[in-house]
């Protein structure tokens, strides 16, 4: 099948298989006489694998990593389960920052009256300047 269909069954953009392609994370495609790269079964089977772990937020490298162990007959699931964790934990460093910022916004966002002046404490913190303390 050609990208497009290929990009069809995936969910994965043509553009994305290509840059795939490009970094060898999918093999390169076969090429037809018209110059059409050809996509198989197990080159969408690969590109779904690579869908799902991208929604669940795993790194090119890490997905790398899961491929290989994907086709290591010999592997041990210890593997994958400490590469999944690894994983977890990133997630969970991302959680705390993406918290303190909301609890941050939500602090700026209290302190300012949002009426017409032009006074806005959100406004004075991205500038640098400290927020004055409305009562």
Known sequence: MQIGE???LTGVSAKMIRHYESIGLIPSADRRESNYRDYGHHDVHRLGFI???RDLGFSIDEIRDLLRLWGDQ????ADVKALTLGHV????????LLTEMRD???????ACDGDHRPDC????????DEP???H
């Open 104 to 110: 941050t916004l939500t602090h700026l966002a209290d």
């Open 74 to 77: 010999a592997r041990s699931s």
């Open 132 to 134: 004055h303390a409305h």
């Open 121 to 128: 404490p959100i406004i004075q913190s991205l500038a640098g």
């Open 6 to 8: 290929a990009a069809r």
């Open 89 to 96: 934990t990133e997630l969970d460093r991302k959680i705390a």
């Open 51 to 53: 869908r799902r772990a």
